[in-house]
């Protein structure tokens, strides 16, 4: 998270890898549309805070509430969505009287509403409070509860027992005091456990200092540790956190580090460390548009590495194994300091174009424009993240760009040590490539937070594109949903992933507004929903529409969208009722409040005679006029069904009804 402020279940070969991620790149994506399932866009929930208004939203299914961190007033919003269609602001829950400094995140479970919050600095140890659904206090832990510094990710596990915060430790700068980084500059990252059902919450803060003397098998594994004279545990930043289904482990992104930390909650202990390892964008199905200066897409492969430094993930379970689904946005370190400087009042970037730290032996077709010459890169290539000096001076002989502009699905590891994470899916370019069919004229373009306007075509292809930020799985209609957001494109993709090893794209939508303004459109949202940050999934039987929902909060523009992801069949209609009259039957009903992913619904009722004959009619409203070609005192009993071109629903069966005499 970015700070406003400063299945088929087999051991895949290397072939199968290749042929799944090669299967979902090449499909069409505008033929992936014709399921019809769609996100349909409900409502829209509007801070007027405008930027930093909306970040993280949790939901909370006894009351159709949610919870939302606006970083622009440092206050959780507590918002009605029993009608998502027109939904209504609660109230306000204000902690400053508490001491926080920042509100980070939020999540929700059983009644009970989590806080992760700054105090004081991002370095200083953070807190987490507990409250009920009315943003009351817990009273037993009316103080909150104390973390590691900068909690930036909150989570219940899946039983409702832990409350998790990822703790950031973001550094001040990287400026030495005699000769070394101290913890109050750079403090140790951090994950802490709470037991909400303690009588007294406390945490348990687990650091990494267990890794202090492995910086180099990080490495060499393909991980990232480059923090100028910081140690392991001072480099490592945990970002996001995902438990396993069973609550067993909780796994943990450090993005800035290319890697995944596995935490086994019985013991309340650190596993492992995987580091991520790096994409080849030189490979087919995975390029990148990496020119921002010919205003348009093409995306090719390109002599880029990529890092997958992932911020949001999500795990799903199927066939005994933990599946690990990443968003791999991309981060780089801005810092004083971080390049070698001594100021520490002067902020040093750590990307910088390739055509700019290349190295001389480089070939000039390759730091040209139309090749990766503008494409932000790291002078800290894998050579140097064990801890070579890194100055503003430094050169590289080879690309490596950050994220990878893509999902990956990775499969857990519970085994201690470091290991390289086992990769099983990457999406390859399709994501850009979808950003291009759906949004041509706007491709890889973003929001000036200063201007309030939407900005030219490719402003971001040098800079992580359209850069995945935020994941969420659920289940509905029996398969599993995965929802991506796009935090710079402002999209929103929805992928079926029954089988985790080769998810299927189904839709796209994008509910911003490329003529409205983010500044002076705040209050109205005249931009509507811009830069999606966070996203969760409300499965049918909690939602208030009794239907799969996606809610996400856009950063930009401070505003929450909820979008329906409508039963594949249609609901059955309610309240039959048949009334007489002469050679007919008519079959009365309400129609159906859901119709599926078609949309419409036709109702077929279908009357049987005690002799079995049987008389039927069709009908897109009510009633259903059946008609008999003879007056008989007979008796008749009717079925009436919902159908649609995407399945049929449940049958209705009236009581028995007596014809004509």
């Known amino acids: 998270m970015k700070h406003l402020k400063p299945t088929i279940i087999l051991t895949l070969t290397a072939s199968l890898l290749l042929s799944a991620t090669s299967l979902l790149t090449a499909q069409s994506v505008g033929a992936a549309t014709e399921t019809g399932a769609g996100l349909k866009f409900l409502g829209r929930w509007v801070s007027g805070s405008g930027i930093g208004g909306a970040e993280i939203t949790a939901f909370d299914a006894a009351t159709s509430r949610i919870y939302v961190t ?4 440092n206050q959780i919003d507590i918002v009605d969505i029993s009608n998502p269609t027109a939904p209504k602001k609660i109230k306000s829950l204000d902690l400053a009287a508490k001491g926080v400094t920042g509100i980070q995140s939020v999540a929700a479970k059983n009644g009970t509403i989590a806080i992760a919050a700054s105090m004081t600095s991002s370095q ?8 009920n659904t009315d943003g009351e206090l817990l009273e037993s832990a009316p103080n909150g509860v104390d973390v590691g510094s900068l909690p ?3 989570t219940f596990s899946p039983d409702g027992q832990f409350v998790l915060s990822a703790n950031e430790g973001e550094p001040k700068s990287y400026c030495l005091t005699d000769g070394k980084l101290p913890t109050t500059t750079d403090p140790y990252g951090s994950v802490s ?4 059902n303690a009588a007294t919450p406390v945490a348990t803060t687990l650091t990494f200092e267990a890794f202090d003397e492995r910086a180099s098998a990080i490495a060499f594994e393909g991980g990232r540790i480059f923090g100028p004279k910081a140690t392991v545990a001072q480099d490592l930043e945990p970002e996001y956190i995902s438990v396993s289904p069973d609550s067993k482990y909780a796994f943990v992104t450090l993005q800035e580090n290319n890697s995944i930390v596995t935490i086994d909650l019985a013991t309340k202990a650190v596993l492992n460390l995987t580091p991520l390892g790096y994409k080849d964008h030189s490979k087919v199905g995975k390029g990148l548009d990496s020119n921002n200066k010919d205003l348009a897409a093409v995306i090719a492969p390109q002599s880029t590495m990529g890092m997958y430094l992932p911020d949001a993930i999500a795990s799903t379970r199927a066939g005994g194994v933990n599946y690990l689904f990443t968003a791999n946005e991309g981060d780089s370190r801005s810092y004083p300091c971080v ?19 290349a190295d001389s032996s480089v070939s000039t077709s390759l730091t040209a424009d139309a090749a990766i010459g503008q494409l932000k890169t790291t002078p800290f290539a894998p050579a140097s993240v064990a801890g070579s000096p890194v100055t503003s001076s430094t050169k590289v002989k080879s690309a490596y760009s950050f994220g990878t502009r893509s999902f990956s699905v990775w499969k857990s590891n519970t085994v201690s040590g470091i290991f390289k994470a086992d990769l099983v899916y990457d999406s390859g370019d399709l994501l850009e490539n979808l950003a291009k069919e759906k949004r041509g004229n706007l491709f ?28 969420a799985i659920g289940s509905a209609y029996d398969r599993k949903w995965m929802a991506l957001t796009l935090e710079r494109d402002g999209g929103v993709v929805l992928f079926d992933v029954t089988n985790p090893v080769i998810p299927k794209y189904v839709d796209y939508i994008n509910t911003s507004i490329p003529t409205g303004n983010i500044v002076t459109g705040k209050a109205t949202a005249t931009a509507g929903d811009v830069s999606p940050e966070g996203v969760m999934f409300v499965q049918p039987m909690d939602s208030p529409t009794a239907t799969a929902l996606v809610i996400v909060s856009y950063e930009l523009s401070g505003t929450v969208a909820i979008y329906e992801i409508p039963s594949k069949r249609p609901h059955a209609p309610t309240g ?24 419409s619904a036709k109702y077929v009722a279908v ?17 259903v006029v059946v008609k008999m070609p003879f007056t008989a005192n007979r008796s008749f009993r009717c079925t009436l069904q919902a159908k649609s071109s995407t399945g049929n629903s449940a049958i209705l069966t009236s009581k028995t009804v007596y014809g004509s005499k």
Request: hydrophobic share 35%; net charge neutral; glycine share 10%.
């Open 193 to 196: 456990i709470i037991d909400v």
């Open 339 to 357: 390049k070698g400087g001594t100021d520490t009042t002067k902020i040093e970037d750590e990307d910088s174009s390739f055509s700019k730290i």
């Open 607 to 623: 009357c049987t005679s005690v002799t079995g004959t049987k008389f039927s009619a069709t009908s897109t409203k009510s009633p």
């Open 124 to 131: 200083a140890p953070g807190k987490v409070f507990l409250a």
């Open 70 to 73: 606006n970083g622009a007033t």
């Open 444 to 471: 890889n373009a973003d929001w000036d937070t200063t201007t309030g306007a939407i900005k030219a075509i490719d402003a971001r292809s040098t800079s992580k594109g359209p850069e995945p930020e935020g994941i």
């Open 576 to 599: 039959m009722k048949i009334s007489v009259s002469d050679k007919a039957l008519k079959v009365n009903f309400a129609a159906s409040k859901i119709k599926g992913w078609s949309g």
């Open 152 to 154: 930036d990710h909150v």
